[in-house]
Structures are given as C-alpha cells and as structure tokens.
C-alpha cells in the first residue's frame, strides 16, 4: 500500500529566508509525486511533479522540491519566502502498479511573517 | 486556471434534505474524484469514476451517492442530509496519463442544520 507522511503540521518562516516543507512516501512501484497548494476557501492548485528524470524539479510560483529515492523524501523549498506564500501545502503519491488513485499527505500549515 | 466549476460554493441547509453537489469540468478529462475536507485538515477520498458509467467508492465510508451519465458532468448526491455531513467537499480529475495532476475546483461549503 501506498503512503506519504508530513511529519510537521505547521512550519515557520520569516519573509526572505528560505524554507522547506517535508515529505516522505512510501509505494511498492516507481512513484509519481505531486505537490499542492490550498489557499483559503479553494480548492487545491497543483505545483509541482516528479516523474522521472532529474532529481531537482521546478513548479509555479518560485517553487522546486528534490526527490531523493534513498530517503524516499520529496521536500518542497522555497530560496525566498513571501508572505503570500502562507497556506496550506498537500504532498501526494500514486504509483504504477494499480490504478492510479493519489494518496494525500494531512497537510503542513506555512507561516511566513513580515 | 483548470476549468472544473463546483456549485454552490456554500450551502446552509435543514437536516433531512436531499442535496446534490454540482461538478462539471470542460478538459474532457476521463477520471474525476469527490474528496471530502474538514477545514484545514486532509482529504478524504469518497468516490471516484474513471469513465461514463463508471463509479467506486472511495477510501472513507460515505453515504452520498455519485453518477456519471457525462463525462464532463459528476453530481454527488446527499438523499437525507444530517449534521455529520458538514463539511468541505472537493471535486477533481485528470486526464488519461496516469502522471498527470489531479485539477480541484473551488469546493462546496456545506453545513447541515
């Protein structure tokens, strides 16, 4: 079975400095991972994949996440935060075995103050 | 902006009412989802479809009801509504490539009197 852990329900930043969202996962075939953002009383926007390929992936918004397969992580950063960066941030996995249903993370709550 | 339209947007309603959520998206997308939310908390996936009369439950027991007699078109229906059933609910879907992003809507807001 398919599972993706963040392990932190809210992270803290201050505008300018960088941050970092966990993700950790776990599928029995190759993953296909997925970042989302929520903003209040909306749905959720996609940001970001991994697929294949290089490790390092850029999404909208000044948005990148690594996939490491040894730690089987994909973290979301960020070089810069912004205050309107502040929402609510999904990390999702299906894998290619079955049919391609996507498990959510709970979510990781991101402050960035002024 | 992905084009999955999901209507009303709020709904305030006495408990015993029949209710549908609307969702229709114009993408020509095979699959689509309805998740259920709790503000600010995870989802919870409730029914899918994968094609024209085609629809499973989803992972979280439900009682709401789906069809899809289009392929653009993914009503949920509520056949007696109760206080348990307030909630966010999300509508989604994605195209044929099993790589491809799930696109949401703006979701129903719905509290049940």
């Known amino acids: 079975a398919q599972s993706v852990a963040q392990p932190e329900d809210q992270v803290n930043v201050a505008e300018g400095n960088p941050l970092t969202v966990k993700c950790t996962y776990s599928?029995?075939?190759?993953?296909?991972l997925f970042w989302y953002v929520q903003y209040p009383n909306r749905g959720l926007q996609f940001l970001l994949k991994y697929i294949t390929g290089d490790n390092l992936v850029k999404g909208s918004y000044g948005f990148e996440a690594e996939f490491n397969k040894s730690q089987t992580s994909f973290h979301l950063k960020k070089p810069s935060a912004l205050v309107s960066d502040s929402a609510l941030y999904f990390c999702?996995?299906?894998?290619?075995?079955?049919?391609?249903?996507?498990?959510f993370g709970t979510g990781t709550r991101l402050l960035v103050s002024p | 902006e992905a084009d999955i339209y999901q209507t009303p947007r709020y709904l305030v309603i006495g408990t015993g009412k029949k209710i549908t959520l609307e969702c229709s998206q114009t993408m020509g997308h095979d699959k689509m989802y309805w998740y259920q939310q709790d503000p600010g908390m995870e989802l919870h996936l409730i029914h899918y479809s994968y094609g024209v009369n085609s629809t499973e439950k989803g992972d979280l027991s439900s009682e709401s009801t789906v069809s899809r007699i289009r392929t653009e078109h993914f009503p949920l229906t509520l056949e007696s509504a109760r206080p348990s059933h307030t909630s966010q609910y999300l509508c989604a879907s994605s195209g044929g490539q099993f790589n491809q992003p799930q696109h949401f809507g703006d979701g129903t807001r719905l509290s049940i009197l």
């Open positions: 599928v029995s075939g190759n993953p296909y």
């Open positions: 999702a996995v299906r894998d290619d075995t079955g049919f391609q249903k996507l498990v």
